[in-house]
């Protein structure tokens, strides 16, 4: 009995690994940059612009994502909207996502590199999905409540500093209709 | 009259006259204009030159700076071989510090203690995409001493050793010693993770938290929130003698040159589709849950089940479990069947304007628990605080009332109040 469930066990690991497809040695890679932004853009991938951030969006930055900020934000942008590629650790490794930034709210918000040994659930649909149509409000929170993941809660919190960061930057983008002072 | 007009217009022929230049004149300033020109032409190819010269140049420093960053960025994201080895390496840890103070019936059971009750680090390696180390080693209790009976302060013990390997997008496999996918703090136990400043008893007394095996395990995980779990474990060593006669918590063999006679099957499947859900069963079948067979204790299964929700601030935690042991000795026991449940309704405030505190939280949670022991037959209210500075800190407060099942038992009622202080990194 024993035996033929250990048996059994391997069965279904060589099963798995054959149907697995892909050779080992792939990253755990959802999207990649380019195949998210040619779905963001409609094929047409607007050249890539660079936001340097100064001394005080710096500190803004670091409020939101908990951490130094990189010396140079790079986004895509065409027609009011903007898209980033954001990397924010969760418990232990950086999670990859993207971001895009319709006239100021979150059109979408998708994993493209997932390390983390918990919280799986930030990569699929029926998360990422309550945060659409979200914005920064005021105190630079998210408009709307994302409800947490047990066991999770790192990874869930890492994806609320990108999506905050990411609204933040649309903001001193070129593809800012609103100034500043009214963009909220 | 007459005259007077001729001379006029005479006049003004004559300086019409003088006021033209002659053609070496005119030859000489267009000579002139035409040098002039050409000067001008120079100078605008050269300013041309100049400016084309400037944009190489904006562009070679454009490139250069461009270049610069990316290589301060690589550098900061492991650019050198020892770096690139450190990123794919993390440490972390947690740990909890306890004060409790017991007010028992029975008076000489009453204590006040506080003691570090466990603290623990960890180091995980990626050894590349697809494959990777997790490990945690803990301390109980602060210490660990060698004395000649046995007793010490602690213990000191591995956790968690194992390999994991993605085997594609939605499953994975793991090697070695690892977290029994059982309940809820069995997998996910860092202080600021959950409410009071003990750890609820059903996952003490029935799901014996923390419990680890040694063995092999596949796992799933799908769009649609479906998840699933299958392992091959060593199994629990039920002790067949002494005051711990079957009790479940005394069967962990915590790794250690543990008997693989008898191993354990365990399967899990959860749902977190819809979020702020999660819910989530296991059943783990024990050929031989001491291990040794003709002794009373027999095969057994444990089933349990657990639901979480979460809405804004609010989340209700509930959990059920329960063993079915076979044997005549556990049956005669009455330890054929133990079993377990609690509810957790709790609020987390966000409290930004309070600056230093970043939230608030308060709970509530009946238990009752019903293990082979007297002392683990009992029903137990408890309410309390948590207050979190910052997500990976937080200070503990609450009360507890536990009544014992049993009046032989009465004495071990107690009414405490614990202070905690925790944290993660």
């Known amino acids: 009995m024993q035996m033929r469930m250990i048996i059994g066990l391997i069965s279904m690991l060589w099963m798995s690994c054959a149907s697995a497809g892909s050779a080992p040695g792939d990253e755990q890679v959802y999207h990649t940059q380019d195949d998210y932004l040619q779905g963001v853009f409609q094929g047409a991938i607007p050249h890539p612009g660079t936001i340097w951030p100064d001394s005080a969006l710096r500190g803004q930055l670091k409020d939101i994502l908990g951490r130094k900020p990189g010396l140079r934000f790079r986004y895509w942008g065409a027609d009011g909207k903007t898209a980033w590629i954001l990397d924010q650790i969760g418990k232990d490794r950086p999670i990859t996502a993207g971001v895009v930034i319709n006239q100021g709210k979150i059109e979408d918000i998708r994993v493209l590199v997932f390390r983390e040994s918990r919280g799986w659930e930030v990569k699929y649909d029926f998360f990422t999905r309550q945060f659409s149509e979200l914005w920064l409000d005021s105190r630079q929170e998210l408009s709307g409540s994302i409800d947490n993941i047990t066991g999770a809660t790192l990874s869930v919190n890492a994806m609320k500093r990108m999506a905050r960061a990411a609204l933040l930057l649309h903001e001193y983008s070129n593809q800012n209709t609103q100034t500043l002072a009214n963009a909220r | ?425």
């Open chain 2, 1 to 425: 009259m007459k005259t007077t007009i001729t001379a006029l217009v005479l006049t003004l022929c004559m300086s019409a006259s003088a006021a033209e230049p002659d053609l070496q004149t005119l030859y000489e300033l267009i000579k002139q204009q035409g040098e002039q020109i050409a000067d001008l032409q120079r100078q605008l190819a050269e300013t041309q030159g100049e400016v084309a010269e400037t944009r190489d140049e904006v562009k070679e420093t454009g490139m250069q700076l461009a270049s610069t960053v990316e290589y301060i960025e690589e550098q900061g994201d492991g650019g050198s071989s020892a770096s690139s080895w450190a990123d794919r390496t993390s440490v972390g840890g947690y740990g909890e510090v306890h004060y409790n103070d017991i007010d028992a019936d029975d008076s000489s059971r009453d204590f006040k203690e506080t003691d570090i009750h466990r603290y623990v680090l960890f180091v995980n390696h990626e050894f590349n995409d697809r494959v990777r180390f997790f490990s945690e080693v803990e301390i109980e209790h602060g210490l660990v001493k060698d004395t000649s009976d046995g007793s010490n302060g602690g213990e000191v013990e591995i956790e968690q050793a194992y390999i994991e390997l993605d085997l594609n997008d939605n499953h994975q496999a793991k090697a070695g010693l690892f977290l029994t996918p059982v309940g809820i703090l069995n997998e996910t136990h860092e202080p600021p993770t959950f409410y009071g400043v003990e750890r609820n008893d059903v996952e003490n007394v029935i799901l014996p938290s923390t419990w680890w095996e040694n063995g092999a395990m596949l796992s799933g995980q799908y769009e649609n929130g479906f998840s699933w779990d299958f392992a091959v474990t060593s199994g629990l060593e039920v002790p067949t003698s002494g005051s711990s006669l079957g009790r479940i918590r005394s069967g962990r063999q915590k790794s250690s040159n543990a008997s693989a006679e008898d191993l354990a099957y365990t399967a899990r499947i959860g749902y977190s589709g819809i979020p702020g859900l999660q819910l989530s069963a296991t059943f783990q079948h024990q050929t031989d849950i001491s291990q040794m067979s003709g002794d009373g204790i027999d095969e057994a299964d444990l089933i349990t089940a657990h639901a979480i929700y979460n809405n804004g601030g609010f989340q209700l935690r509930a959990l059920w479990a329960e063993w079915d042991i076979d044997g005549t000795l556990i049956e005669a026991l009455g330890g054929d069947d133990q079993s377990g449940w609690y509810v957790e309704p709790s609020y987390r405030f966000n409290t930004p304007e309070l600056g230093l505190l970043q939230s608030i939280g308060i709970y509530t949670r009946f238990e009752d628990v019903e293990g082979i022991r007297s002392q683990d037959q009992f029903e137990q209210w408890e309410f309390g605080f948590n207050f979190w500075p910052t997500d990976n800190v937080v200070f503990k407060i609450d009360y507890r009332d536990r009544e014992h099942d049993l009046a032989s038992a009465s004495g071990r009622d107690f009414k405490a109040i614990d202070l905690g202080v925790g944290f993660q990194f």
